[in-house]
């Protein structure tokens, strides 16, 4: 059993140059981490870590956190990892928690008050150089039972529990990763996911034990990151969570399938794909390895779907897999004892092997209902089929027992996302209004225009048990996610308990929450008898006072857009006028007003927006560009202008481009304290 | 330029010290939605336009990275 920091300590002198992490500019090789591991050590050794301690540190995606968290176990303390987002109060909680000697951050504290010591971690990894002692860091001998890690879960219900990894937890569960999973030292992984949690550490592990490189990322939040990041780095793999391919789907567009139909391999991890994401994802990305893990902070990665060769089965395509080497898992009753499931006779998910963890910190009642005779129980309804396939039915706590009948949440969900208007949906369970079923399954949605509650329950009726369909179907903008992205059940019951405004809800009001911005789009044609509608929903907005003295200007010839386009540019280039975003629309209408009108600009927009919403309604794509407000009497812009015969004295307040999508547009978080009831 | 972009954000979000990193995303002290928030006063409050192309990490993680991407818009 080699530990990973001994195991890196080899590497720094077996392959000094490769390049072990890279953050932006900041590229550590194996040689390079290894002097910061040792310079880092020593200086908390200085600051009496020793043997026994546990240190906290924000778990940030630079490499100081990879090199903070050896460091620590060198000393012979075991590490601690805060969500680099978590607030001062949590931070103190957890150091609070964990007994902590140090707490290693940049974050500002805001005055709260933490029970130990608080040192800057980017301060120590620069000071780190200046150690200039190799020896401080050698390698480690700890017991079967010293703790290397200890990792905090917030779950569902408040408090965090401290999950215990030991020395020999932690080796089973990269070796498990690495001969389940194949990683290679010729893997470059692009890791965009938070540090302090499960998926990213056994990731991160492994690859640095194979000698691999780890490219950190900080989440999705800025489109091009993993795309400036595969292209400089050459990354070959991915570790991602499910609701990231929507994400970097809808960000990516186009370049989506380029960038990462370069990959070898990507794991998803901390949630199930839907079916319907296998089929998609497997067919855009034909020569890349998908694979789905099952994991948790308990066990590490402990079930694995080669989901490329799942998917084709059609009875195995929502699986979650079979368990990794060194893991075994049984199907258990509610007292623990093994039994014999299927689809209709579900069980708790149990799993043993020595990669589990010793315990949960500091809670020695929670361990004994967790850990029995060696067995992990977990909170998590399964059943195996008789190829020894696991399926997955949701949390125990989530299964909902409608008049005495199990409702697998997942089902329902998988079910639904297989309905073409749904652009993703989750099941809850709730207290059945009218009283008779105890609970029933309500299911919320978020739909692609077009979408028609009948048509989605004609759909379930045809697929599923009466029971099983949902007893109200509630349509929403996006469903709330926790910061692994996975469904946010205890917020969507919380909405379902509070929801006399959901009540209300009507298909112009869903068209108002979906509509976003599409700026690439098919060849299709826009048939006219749709852009007569379109146009009718313009000229049906207010306008001041009544005066209607705009004007609608229509292009559907490319010819003309792209003579447009191209003036556009020129006379954006002359003028220093921001002009992006253009697109190929297949058409565009030019909303313009006579400039003596004071409500010109105010009537323009309301009918733009009409036209964006009825384009919605008809599946079409648009965007709202407005370079021509400032360029209206601009040359080459003028001429063109004119020539489209829009009225000299006229100014063109918007100009919507139109076009059937190429895939949804990015959604767009909206903020939700702007409203003020006085 | 760097001491107008500081007042502008600190009066938008009091309760953040943007001074106090200069890697304010990497240490985690932006999340998703404040960033939203800070494109818009920027944009308002020195009539830019801050385009796709430049809403990306290095631009955001400092009041001297933000000070000279609004100089550069400005032109």
Known sequence: ?678 | MEEKVLEVLAQEYPQIDFSASQALVDDGILDSLTITGMIAALSMEFGIVIPYEEIIEENFNSVKALAQMVERLRG
């Open chain 1, 1 to 678: 059993m080699e530990h990973l920091l001994n195991r890196l300590i080899r590497l720094a002198a077996e392959k000094p140059d490769k390049q072990a992490v890279i953050f932006k500019k900041e590229k550590l090789t194996y040689r390079g981490l290894y002097l910061k591991i040792s310079g880092m050590a020593a200086l908390l050794k200085q600051h009496g870590v020793t043997h026994g301690d546990r240190v906290c540190f924000a778990a940030v995606s630079m490499p100081q956190m990879v090199a903070a968290y050896m460091a620590v176990q060198s000393c012979g303390a075991a590490a601690v990892f805060l969500d680099k987002n978590s607030a001062p109060l949590q931070m103190a909680d957890i150091c609070k928690r964990a007994g902590a000697r140090l707490l290693l951050t940049d974050k500002p504290l805001g005055g709260q008050k933490i029970c130990c010591p608080v040192l800057s971690l980017r301060q120590l990894y620069e000071q780190a150089d200046l150690q200039g002692n190799e020896a401080a860091c050698t390698k480690i001998d700890p017991a079967a039972d010293d703790i290397a890690e200890i990792l905090f879960t917030t779950g569902t219900t408040g408090m965090p529990k401290g999950v215990i990894l030991t020395y020999v937890s932690v080796y089973h569960i990269l070796s498990n990763t690495i001969k389940g999973i194949g990683i290679r030292e010729d893997d470059c992984l692009l890791l965009p996911l938070p540090l302090h949690h499960s998926f990213a550490l056994r990731v991160l592990r492994a690859v640095l034990y194979q000698g691999g490189t780890v490219v950190l990322q900080n989440g999705f939040t800025f489109a091009k990151e993993a795309e400036k990041n595969v292209e400089a780095f050459g990354c070959n793999a991915l570790a991602a969570v499910p609701a990231s391919f929507e994400v970097m789907k809808s960000q990516m567009q186009e370049a989506f399938a380029r960038v990462l139909g370069k990959m070898r391999y990507i794991e998803f991890g901390a949630g199930s794909l839907s079916i319907r994401q296998r089929r998609e994802i497997t067919a855009l990305l034909q020569d890349v390895q998908i694979y789905n893990t099952w994991g948790s902070s308990e066990t590490g990665g402990a079930i694995f779907c080669n989901v490329s060769e799942a998917v084709h089965d059609k009875t195995k395509a929502g699986t979650l897999g079979k368990t990794l080497p060194g893991v075994r898992a049984r199907v258990v009753d509610t007292e623990g004892n093994e039994i014999e499931s299927d689809a209709s006779h579900p069980g708790r998910l149990a799993l043993k092997g020595d990669m589990l963890m010793a315990g949960y910190w500091s809670q020695p009642e929670l361990t004994k209902q967790m850990l029995k005779d060696g067995w992990l129980i977990t909170g998590d309804m399964v059943y195996q089929d008789a190829d020894g396939f696991l399926f997955m039915l949701g949390r125990a706590d989530d299964i909902i027992n409608t008049g005495g009948e199990k409702v697998s949440p997942i089902e329902v969900e998988e079910m639904a996302g297989q309905y073409e208007w749904i652009r993703e949906c989750a099941c809850i369970g709730t207290d059945d209004p009218d009283g008779v079923l105890g609970q029933v399954p309500v299911l919320f949605v978020s739909v692609k225009s077009g979408y028609q509650e009948d048509g989605l329950l004609k759909f379930l009726s045809e697929n599923m048990e009466r029971y099983k369909i949902p007893k109200k179907i509630v349509s929403i903008q996006e469903i709330p996610r926790n910061h692994m992205y996975k469904p946010d059940r205890q917020k969507l019951l919380w909405m379902w308990e509070n929801r006399e405004a959901m009540d209300f809800m009507n298909p112009v009001m869903q068209a108002l929450l979906a509509r976003r911005s599409i700026r690439s789009y098919t060849d299709q044609k826009i048939p006219r008898q749709i852009l007569d509608m379109i146009l009718k929903a313009g000229y049906h907005a207010p306008s001041g006072h009544n005066m209607q003295s705009w004007r609608f200007t229509v292009l559907t010839r490319q010819s003309d857009l792209l003579l447009l386009k191209e003036k556009a540019e020129e006379a954006a280039r002359k003028n220093s006028v921001y002009f992006y975003g253009w697109g190929n629309p297949s058409a565009m209408v030019l909303v313009s007003n006579d400039k003596r009108n004071p409500d010109g600009c105010q009537d323009a927009s309301c009918a733009a927006q009409n036209i964006m919403l009825a384009a919605y309604s008809y599946g079409i794509g648009s965007v709202w560009l407005n370079p021509f407000m400032t360029l209206r009497s601009a040359e080459p812009v003028k001429s063109v202008l004119d020539a489209f015969g829009i009225p000299e004295n006229h100014i063109v307040w918007a100009a919507v481009a139109l076009g059937y999508p190429v895939s949804e547009g990015a959604a767009l978080k909206k903020k939700e304290d702007v409203v003020r009831y006085v």
